[in-house]
């Protein structure tokens, strides 16, 4: 159990394998030579990743320039490589023998140039079976990073309502999206319960698309709380630890 928790190719399939969820869980395959290129051509970016990766560590994202031209970002470095088999094999260099994904890139809207995706905790009671979304934060990208890991890429927090309104798609409706997000954050906790019983927290990665599809880019069981206590705004913060005091 402590070691499925961390497991992301498990907690992937637990919820891509339910049907009303699989359409928000972008497609992800162990990572070898073959899914990497098949990732690739069909989906022109990916982000490869770490099975037990966390803080936003060792995470890569590949994207097709056309012709045989190809280019690899991780931590604030861009490199151009030449050819699927060299840019698979340059991944490879860098990250040994470890076990890795490879994932369909959630095409992020950005604010001041920069991707976004938020933080969403949902938690239930101690004697309850109620799930509720207690906390919801925009976590942009830091400089140059791709990944939205506050620490790592020194990235910014927003509110979401305020964060989506300063965004690329202001033109969306906040409280549509962000009611779709909780309807999608209560489900995947219900499915995540059947096979963490007794577990009473998740903090869900989410992206959305340009045109505000959702996309869960993982589900975490120990969710760090700094998101919320770095908030001027203490509300979500006294919220989530109400519920883990019971
Ligand atoms: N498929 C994806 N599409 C777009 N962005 C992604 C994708 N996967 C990861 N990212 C970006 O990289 C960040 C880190 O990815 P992920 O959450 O999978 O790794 P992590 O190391 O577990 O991070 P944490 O410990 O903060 O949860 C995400 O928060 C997001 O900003
Ligand atoms: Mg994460």
């Not at 399939?13 to 990732?39: G, I, M, N, Q």
């Not at 095409?107 to 920069?114: A, F, L, S, Y």
């Not at 880019?217 to 913060?237: G, Q, V």
Request: proline share 2%; charged share 25%; aromatic share 10%.
């Amino acid at each position: 159990m402590a070691s499925a928790a961390k497991d992301k190719w498990y907690k992937y399939l637990l919820l891509r394998r339910h049907a009303s969820l699989r359409s928000y869980v972008p497609e992800t395959k162990l990572l070898d030579r073959h899914h990497f290129s098949k990732l690739l051509s069909k989906y022109g970016h990916v982000i490869v990743k770490p099975v037990w990766g966390s803080r936003g560590q060792g995470i890569f994202q590949v994207s097709w320039l056309g012709h045989h031209k190809y280019i690899v970002h991780y931590e604030n470095i861009k490199v151009l490589v030449r050819g699927r088999t060299n840019t698979y094999r340059y991944i490879r260099r860098k990250i040994g023998n470890a076990s890795y994904m490879v994932q369909r890139r959630i095409t992020r809207p950005t604010i001041n140039n920069r991707p976004f995706d938020m933080r969403v905790i949902i938690q239930r009671r101690t004697d309850s079976s109620v799930w509720v979304v207690t906390g919801k934060v925009i976590k942009v990208a830091g400089k140059g990073y791709i990944v939205s890991n506050n620490t790592r890429s020194k990235g910014k927090l927003l509110h979401f309502k305020s964060g989506i309104r300063q965004s690329s798609v202001r033109h969306l409706s906040a409280s549509k999206l962000e009611s779709h997000i909780d309807r999608v954050s209560i489900r995947s906790a219900k499915r995540l319960s059947a096979f963490f019983p007794g577990h009473r927290i998740y903090g869900l990665d989410i992206g959305i698309d340009r045109k505000g599809h959702i996309g869960i880019i993982e589900a975490n069981l120990f969710p760090a709380r700094s998101h919320f206590r770095k908030l001027m705004d203490k509300t979500m913060y006294h919220r989530i630890t109400d519920y883990q005091n019971g």
